[in-house]
């Protein structure tokens, strides 16, 4: 399994989708604060002139914790849709291509095959999460003051990584399934924010992946007590959707294709 993990930190180098991911969740977590801080109070003092610094203050959340919830707002309306396209093609457009035949025609399995996409673009998502998340952080601390402690923080940006890692297991998925590329993104965004939506309005948020980004937007010093609960749920979906995946493609027929 080595080769083929080396083989998807190769694709992930040579596309550029390792960095187009970096700087993208990057950008969202330097831009919140920045928003917040003067972008935000400008366009009100434009649309509400003689609006008073303490009216403002009370129409925006102007705090470091302000700043970091709307940073996760941020990755979860537009991260979502950045990560989906970006990685629409890992799975799809290999079999749309043919290309997957090539591995197999030289002894690999598909359980290597999807594991080692699954553990290269996942452990880099979830190492984004946690470093996005700590800039957004010290920047927003800077900005403003640092009004949350740092433990907090790496445990929203860790929850954030494996809410992250649904999302890619879905779209590996959904990649095997319907094998387009463009339509496996769209499938991958309508399912992540399915479940985050189901889970709102059933409150059944700790028995669904979006119950980790939930917790995570809240930056609490003591965590739900019910975070544990959802954490395993959340690999079991991860799980399920590997195993699925590979009931997919051994049910293909790669030598009519």
């Known amino acids: 399994m080595k080769r083929d993990i080396m083989k998807e930190v190769r694709y992930g180098l040579r596309n550029s989708r390792f960095l187009i991911l970096f700087v993208s969740i990057l950008f969202l977590a330097i831009s919140a604060p920045v928003m917040n801080k003067v972008f935000l109070p400008m366009l009100m003092k434009n649309q509400l002139p003689g609006i008073t610094a303490e009216t403002l203050a009370q129409m925006l959340d102007m705090t470091q914790l302000g700043s970091m919830r709307g940073y996760m707002g941020d990755v979860f309306e537009i991260g979502t849709i950045i990560i989906a396209f970006t990685l629409c093609g890992l799975l799809a457009q290999e079999i749309r291509d043919d290309t997957l035949v090539l591995p197999l025609c030289s002894g690999k399995r598909f359980p290597a095959i999807v594991g080692s996409k ?109 975070i544990l609960q959802t954490l395993a749920i959340t690999i079991g979906f991860v799980f399920l959707l590997y195993g699925l995946t590979l009931l997919r493609l051994q049910g293909l027929e790669w030598n009519e294709r």
């Open 118 to 226: 699954l553990l290269v673009f996942g452990f880099f998502l979830v190492l984004t999460s946690v470093i996005a998340t700590l800039i957004n952080y010290l920047y927003a601390g800077v900005l403003f003051s640092f009004d949350v402690g740092v433990g907090p923080v790496l445990r929203s940006g860790l929850l954030l990584g494996f809410h992250l890692l649904f999302l890619l297991s879905a779209l590996v998925f959904w990649g095997a399934v319907i094998r387009k590329p463009i339509a496996a993104g769209l499938l991958t965004c309508a399912t992540v924010y399915g479940t985050h939506i189901a889970g709102s309005l059933l409150k059944i948020d700790s028995y669904l992946p979006s119950g980790l980004f939930r917790e995570a937007q809240y930056f609490s010093v003591v965590p739900a007590s019910s």
